[in-house]
């Protein structure tokens, strides 16, 4: 398994709010190229505005923290308001009696405008719905919390309480050391359950709360604990590749390896039960896999790790484990996976890692991405890239207006907006690529190194075919490839520019 994942996620459905934009933007300016200043302006100045903005948006949901499920909402209704609206236009073009063939400019101008303002007001739609779905869902999975909790408490403190009771009325008979010292244990077991009990109430969004536990112990016990109940169950263990790992978490997670452990040996029907449980780790994540070779784990249970709700249960044989683990594992920001085929189940907790920078960085709490902080740096730092490379630009040759062309005007207006759009979205993309290198990489290498590698590849399929092949559609003469130094040399500029003032805008919202 893949754990770096756990820590860099991206979120694919956005890329079709940013296509909608893109889409939509390019054929209005095209239809609105009038003579006119102020039309033009109404027509296509602000519809511009309004779809690229929709595209650095989309391309925000791609890379930035959100979770994939908003991001679906968001596309679905961004999708739904295009549609819808392009229907409502349609309707009042015809019922108006407006001939499409006989003023195809006009009727194609006001669909395209109207069709960016469905679209935008769908994915502002969709975003309110993906906020109030996700408000639910916590409300949900704090219900569930609270009755884990109330089981927790019965389950441990009640059953010690009964405990003690029982020593005490014997330690008062007869002075029994024993009996003071199983007094003392289980208090001491009281106070670790009611200071733990905040954990399982908590979704884990801040790591200052966890502590850096180290994996092997923590699984080397819970192993223990499981074998010492079921004696006669073969439990290999090996650890070896997390030697010396810690993990951000608290002393419940060996109850919480327990219970899969636990659950392992009960689910399998064998005479003496063989459970194989693995420890693997990356820079950024560890993997706690748990296999065995019984006959699959329940359907309720496999669909309670499968759709993340928490059970109603009255019993611990219903599900009390598994609700445990999913609970803190979410505590942890962690999550919970499990796989079963004709060898038996796969169930494995995977935990962010305390001793690296990918696990406990200044991003730990970006689950996803960049964090909405970090997409508002890159943004800013891409406009200022942006304009640093147009003024070289318009200083060598004056090609900035040549960017409006791409979009059917060379209004030198337009060309400076779509050239800063066109920088915002490639400085999104920068910063995503930047996620994906190793943190272990040299942090000069990584933001510089990336930066002008992402520049070069810029000048060579974006500046150097893509845009002379697009001018070409349009009736413009190009030269193909153009692979100009004067070119190369802005590029590089602007990766630079970008490199410095992401780089240390970062270490600025870091302290």
């Given at each position: 398994?893949?754990?770096?994942?756990?820590?860099?996620?991206?979120?694919?459905?956005?890329?079709?709010?940013?296509?909608?934009?893109?889409?939509?933007?390019?054929?209005?300016?095209?239809?609105?190229?009038?003579?006119?200043?102020?039309r033009?302006?109404?027509?296509?100045?602000?519809?511009?505005?309004?779809?690229?903005?929709?595209?650095?948006f989309?391309?925000?949901?791609?890379?930035?923290?959100?979770e994939?499920?908003?991001?679906?909402?968001?596309?679905?209704?961004?999708?739904?308001?295009?549609?819808?609206?392009?229907?409502?236009?349609?309707?009042?073009?015809?019922?108006n009696?407006?001939?499409?063939?006989?003023?195809?400019?006009?009727?194609?101008?006001?669909?395209?405008?109207?069709?960016?303002?469905?679209?935008?007001?769908?994915?502002?739609?969709?975003?309110?719905?993906?906020?109030?779905?996700?408000?639910?869902?916590?409300?949900?999975?704090?219900?569930?919390?609270?009755?884990?909790?109330?089981?927790?408490?019965?389950?441990?403190?009640?059953?010690?309480?009964?405990?003690?009771?029982?020593?005490?009325?014997?330690?008062q008979?007869?002075?029994?050391?024993d009996?003071?010292?199983?007094?003392?244990?289980?208090?001491?077991?009281v106070?670790?359950?009611?200071?733990?009990?905040?954990?399982?109430?908590?979704?884990?969004?801040?790591?200052?709360?966890?502590?850096?536990?180290?994996?092997?112990?923590?699984?080397?016990?819970?192993?223990?604990?499981?074998r010492?109940?079921?004696?006669?169950?073969?439990?290999?263990?090996?650890?070896?590749?997390?030697?010396?790992?810690?993990?951000?978490a608290?002393?419940?997670?060996?109850?919480?390896?327990?219970?899969?452990?636990?659950?392992?040996?009960?689910?399998?029907?064998?005479e003496?039960?063989?459970?194989?449980?693995r420890?693997?780790?990356?820079?950024?994540?560890?993997?706690?896999?748990?296999?065995?070779?019984?006959?699959?784990?329940?359907?309720?249970?496999?669909?309670?790790?499968?759709?993340?709700?928490?059970?109603?249960?009255?019993?611990?044989?219903?599900?009390?484990?598994?609700?445990?683990?999913?609970?803190?594992?979410?505590?942890?920001?962690?999550?919970?996976?499990?796989?079963?085929?004709?060898?038996?189940?796969t169930?494995?907790?995977?935990?962010r890692?305390?001793?690296?920078?990918?696990?406990?960085?200044?991003?730990?709490?970006?689950?996803?991405?960049?964090?909405?902080?970090?997409?508002?740096?890159?943004?800013?730092?891409?406009?200022?890239?942006?304009?640093?490379?147009?003024?070289?630009?318009?200083?060598?040759?004056?090609?900035?207006?040549?960017i409006?062309?791409l979009?059917?005007?060379?209004?030198?207006?337009v060309?400076?907006?779509?050239?800063?759009?066109?920088?915002?979205?490639?400085?999104?993309?920068?910063?995503?690529?930047?996620?994906?290198?190793?943190?272990?990489?040299?942090?000069?290498?990584?933001?510089?190194?990336?930066?002008?590698?992402?520049?070069?590849?810029?000048?060579?399929?974006?500046?150097?075919?893509?845009?002379?092949?697009?001018?070409?559609?349009?009736?413009?003469?190009?030269?193909?490839?153009?692979?100009?130094?004067?070119?190369?040399?802005?590029?590089?500029?602007?990766?630079?520019?970008?490199?410095?003032?992401?780089?240390?805008?970062?270490?600025?919202?870091?302290?």
């Open positions: 398994m893949d754990v770096s994942s756990l820590s860099r996620r991206f979120a694919p459905s956005g890329l079709v709010v940013a296509g909608l934009g893109f889409f939509l933007t390019r054929f209005t300016v095209t239809l609105a190229a009038y003579d006119d200043p102020l033009f302006f109404v027509g296509g100045l602000v519809p511009l505005a309004l779809g690229l903005g929709l595209s650095v989309g391309v925000s949901l791609v890379v930035g923290d959100f994939r499920s908003f991001v679906r909402t968001v596309a679905t209704w961004c999708v739904a308001g295009t549609g819808a609206m392009f229907v409502l236009v349609v309707l009042t073009l015809v019922a009696g407006t001939n499409l063939a006989m003023d195809p400019v006009r009727s194609q101008t006001y669909l395209a405008n109207f069709l960016i303002g469905g679209s935008a007001g769908g994915a502002l739609t969709g975003v309110y719905a993906g906020h109030a779905a996700r408000q639910r869902r916590q409300l949900e999975r704090q219900t569930g919390r609270l009755e884990m909790v109330t089981r927790l408490l019965r389950d441990e403190v009640l059953n010690a309480v009964t405990v003690i009771r029982g020593r005490a009325e014997v330690l008979r007869t002075h029994d050391t009996s003071a010292a199983a007094i003392e244990r289980r208090t001491d077991d106070a670790t359950t009611v200071e733990n009990v905040k954990h399982i109430t908590r979704d884990g969004d801040t790591l200052g709360a966890l502590d850096a536990i180290p994996v092997t112990d923590c699984v080397t016990s819970a192993v223990e604990a499981v010492d109940r079921y004696p006669a169950a073969s439990i290999t263990v090996d650890t070896s590749a997390a030697d010396g790992v810690t993990v951000w608290n002393p419940l997670l060996e109850d919480a390896v327990a219970h899969l452990v636990e659950n392992a040996v009960v689910y399998d029907d064998a003496a039960p063989a459970v194989e449980v420890v693997t780790a990356d820079e950024a994540g560890v993997a706690i896999a748990v296999a065995d070779e019984g006959p699959g784990l329940p359907a309720d249970q496999q669909a309670l790790v499968e759709s993340g709700e928490v059970a109603v249960y009255a019993e611990r044989s219903t599900g009390f484990g598994l609700n445990l683990v999913r609970l803190l594992a979410g505590s942890y920001g962690g999550r919970v996976d499990a796989s079963v085929d004709d060898t038996g189940t169930v494995t907790l995977t935990v890692r305390a001793d690296t920078d990918g696990g406990a960085g200044a991003d730990a709490g970006s689950s996803y991405g960049l964090s909405r902080r970090g997409l508002g740096l890159v943004v800013g730092a891409s406009l200022l890239a942006g304009a640093v490379m147009g003024l070289l630009m318009q200083y060598l040759g004056g090609a900035v207006p040549i409006g062309a979009y059917g005007t060379t209004d030198p207006t060309g400076w907006i779509t050239h800063e759009f066109h920088s915002v979205v490639f400085g999104l993309t920068y910063a995503g690529l930047v996620q994906l290198v190793p943190s272990s990489v040299d942090d000069r290498l990584r933001y510089y190194g990336t930066a002008f590698g992402w520049a070069v590849a810029l000048w060579l399929v974006a500046a150097g075919l893509v845009m002379p092949l697009w001018l070409r559609l349009v009736g413009i003469p190009a030269p193909l490839p153009n692979v100009a130094a004067t070119t190369l040399g802005s590029h590089l500029l602007w990766g630079l520019t970008l490199a410095v003032l992401y780089r240390h805008g970062r270490r600025y919202l870091n302290e």
